[in-house]
């Protein structure tokens, strides 16, 4: 079903650069995000968490974290 949305430019970029730099559309970054969102796929910590049972939640967070890529500053 298509969806029309208004996005602020800066956002747009956004978008349009982080969907490059995954190598994926900017649908598929999208579809993701709402996937990601809806919890339709695991967190980053949960998928952490069940591979690693053995650590505390605090354990996990801190590990998502260090996976966790952080967006260059503009």
Known sequence: MPISLRLP???EQLINRAAKKEGKTKTAFI???VDEKLRLVES?????RKMAGWLSPEEAFRLSDFF???PPRS
Do not use: G, H, S, Y
Request: proline share 14%.
């Open 44 to 48: 980053r910590e949960q998928t952490i």
């Open 9 to 11: 430019p800066k956002k």
């Open 68 to 70: 966790i890529p952080v």
């Open 31 to 33: 579809l993701d995000a």
